[in-house]
C-alpha cells in the first residue's frame, strides 16, 4: 500500500547509488559507446535514453500502481496521440473521435481520413460514442472533455468498445494520473499531454502513453522511433523533477478550484459554470466514479465578448494565456481560438496553487470591474 504522496516523489527513483544523486541527472547523448555486438540498452539517441528510462518507470507507476505497464515518453502530447493513433489504425478502419475534444482533433481527423481511415464523431456527454462503434478498430475518450468539462462513462464505453472488438485510448491530460487511472477503468491506452498538469509549470512540452499489453507498447514504441518525435533529455529530467510534487500541486489545485467554482456559483453575471467537483455540476456523480480528483479547470460564460476581455484584462493575480495545469492561474477567452463550440464569452479558468482568498478576491474584484464597465 502507498499513497499518491509518496508514489509522487518516489516514483522512478533508482536504488542509491553511493555518492551519486537521488535523481541522476540528464544524459546529453547521440549516441553511447557500443563495442561489438549491439546489445546494451543504449545505443542512439532517438531509440533509448537512459533519462527516459527513468522517467518512463515513473510515469508507469503513476498510471498503474497495481499491475505492470510500459510507459513511452514524447515530445509533446500531440506527438503521444499521433502514435497511438498513426500506429493502430490502417487504411480501411474506423476510428472513434470524441466532437468536442482538444483542439487539434479536427486536424488529426484530416490526417487519418487522408489515409483512407473513417473517422466518426460524437459528444464526450451521455456517453454518445456508444452508438459508432460498430465495426470500429479503436475508440478515443476525452473525459473530462477540454475545454467543455462533459464527462463520459469510461468502464462503460471500454466494455462495449471491447465487446465491439476496438481498442480504447483515453486522453489522460486533464485529470492527471493522480485524478484518474484510465488503466484501471478499462482503457487499453492511457494517453496524455504532460505539458500541462503532470509537469505543472508551464516550461516544457512532453507527451506520454501507457499500456500493459507490451505489444502494444513495441509498436507505439517502434512509432517513434520511426517518427524520431523524441523529447529532449532536459526536458525529460525537468518533467521527472516536477512529478515530485505532483500529489501537493493536485491537491492544492483542486481544493483551489472547488471553492472558486463556489464563489462564480453565486455571481449573477456567471452562467453556464462546470466543474466535475462541483456537487450541483451534471457531471459530479459520474467523475466521482471515476476520478480521484477532479482537476483544476473551470468554465464558464460571461455576459459577451466584450465583457470577458474586461474581465481577463482587470485580473492581476491569473494571467491571459491558453495551456492548463500550471502553478500559477490562467485564464483565457476560449472563443479567441475558433473551432470550440463554445460563446464569445465563454472563459476556460486553470486554477494554480495561490491562496484560495487572494484568488476569490481577485477573480470577484475582476468581475466587479467588467461588471461596472458594461
Ligand atoms: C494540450 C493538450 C493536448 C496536446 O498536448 P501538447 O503537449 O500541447 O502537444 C492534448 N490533449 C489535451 C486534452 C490537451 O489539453
Excluded at 497495481?66 to 499521433?82: H, K, P, R, T
Aim: aromatic letters at 6%; hydrophobic letters at 45%; charged letters at 25%.
Amino acid at each position: 500500500m502507498t499513497g499518491d504522496g509518496t508514489r509522487s516523489v518516489r516514483a522512478g527513483i533508482p536504488a542509491p547509488v553511493a555518492y551519486e544523486p537521488t535523481l541522476p541527472g540528464p544524459v546529453f547523448a547521440a549516441h553511447f559507446h557500443l563495442p561489438g555486438e549491439a546489445a546494451g540498452p543504449y545505443t542512439y539517441g532517438r531509440d533509448t535514453n537512459p533519462t527516459w528510462t527513468h522517467l518512463e518507470r515513473a510515469i508507469a507507476e503513476l498510471e498503474s500502481p497495481d499491475e505492470s505497464a510500459e510507459a513511452v515518453v514524447f515530445a509533446s502530447g500531440m506527438a503521444a496521440i499521433s502514435a497511438v493513433l498513426l500506429s493502430q489504425a490502417r487504411s480501411g478502419d474506423t476510428v472513434v473521435l470524441p466532437d468536442d475534444g482538444y483542439q487539434a482533433l479536427p486536424l488529426v481527423r484530416e490526417q487519418l481520413e487522408a489515409y483512407g481511415i473513417e473517422v466518426r464523431t460524437a459528444p464526450t456527454a451521455g456517453d454518445a460514442q456508444l452508438a459508432h462503434l460498430d465495426g470500429a478498430k479503436l475508440l478515443w475518450i476525452e473525459t473530462p472533455s477540454n475545454p467543455g468539462l462533459d464527462v463520459c462513462d469510461v468502464r462503460r464505453l471500454a466494455r462495449s468498445a471491447h465487446e465491439a472488438g476496438a481498442l480504447v485510448a483515453v486522453d489522460n491530460t486533464l485529470a492527471t494520473p493522480l485524478g484518474q487511472r484510465p488503466l484501471e477503468l478499462g482503457a487499453d491506452f492511457a494517453v496524455a499531454s504532460g505539458t500541462k498538469g503532470l509537469t505543472g509549470h508551464g516550461d516544457l512540452l512532453l507527451g506520454y502513453v501507457v499500456c500493459r499489453d507490451p505489444r502494444l507498447a513495441a509498436r507505439v514504441r517502434t512509432w517513434r522511433k520511426v517518427v524520431g518525435a523524441i523529447p529532449g533529455p532536459m526536458e525529460a529530467w525537468l518533467a521527472h523533477r516536477s512529478l515530485a510534487t505532483l500529489h501537493l500541486r493536485a491537491d492544492r489545485q483542486a481544493a483551489n478550484a472547488l471553492a472558486l467554482a463556489e464563489a462564480l456559483a453565486k455571481r449573477g453575471e456567471v452562467t453556464g459554470l462546470r466543474y466535475p467537483g462541483l456537487p450541483s455540476d451534471p457531471s459530479h456523480r459520474l467523475a466521482s466514479a471515476q476520478m480521484r480528483r477532479f482537476g483544476c479547470v473551470i468554465s464558464f460564460d460571461l455576459p459577451d465578448r466584450a465583457f470577458a476581455e474586461r474581465f481577463l484584462e482587470a485580473l492581476r493575480l491569473v494571467d491571459d494565456a491558453t495551456s492548463f495545469g500550471g502553478v500559477r492561474s490562467t485564464a483565457e477567452r476560449r472563443g479567441r481560438w475558433g473551432g470550440d463550440a463554445v460563446a464569445e464569452g465563454f472563459i476556460r479558468f486553470s486554477v494554480g496553487a495561490e491562496d484560495a482568498p487572494d484568488l476569490i478576491a481577485d477573480v470577484e474584484r475582476a468581475l466587479d470591474e467588467a461588471g461596472a464597465a458594461s
